[in-house]
Nanobody
């Protein structure tokens, strides 16, 4: 069974940075497309960023493009999310997701496209 564990969340002031990391166990993350989603209180879980297993394709929701960067560390078997210029509206619980398989360039934007989920890590941005 694949398990995903997120780390790196916390409290930061507006304009600051955080780096989230997602580690997989039970199977290497290096062959699975990965994604990040977030859910704020009272809102639906929304797409943030995704990366193909090859690392060739990255996609972002418009509100984070230019501020967030999704990447893979093949040595550590992780998918990471570097978040810069954070805003109060970025406050949410951030979830890592993985898809069991995908084409070389595949990076999905929909929750339904992912098979495995982490428990989430809280990110709070103060104004």
């Amino acid at each position: 069974q694949v398990q995903l564990v997120e780390s790196g969340g916390g409290l930061v002031q507006a304009g600051g940075s955080l780096r989230l990391s997602c580690a997989a166990s039970g199977r290497t993350f290096n062959t699975m497309p990965g994604g990040w989603f977030r859910q704020a209180p009272g809102k639906e879980r929304e797409f943030v960023a995704a990366i193909s297993w090859s690392g060739t394709t990255t996609v972002y929701t418009p509100s984070v493009k230019g501020r967030f960067t999704v990447s893979r560390d093949y040595a550590k078997n992780t998918v990471d999310l570097q978040m810069n210029s954070l805003k109060p509206e970025d406050t949410a619980n951030y979830y890592c997701a993985a898809r069991a398989s995908g084409a070389y360039l595949y990076a999905g934007r929909s929750r339904d496209e992912y098979d495995y989920w982490g428990q989430g890590t809280q990110v709070t941005v103060s104004s």
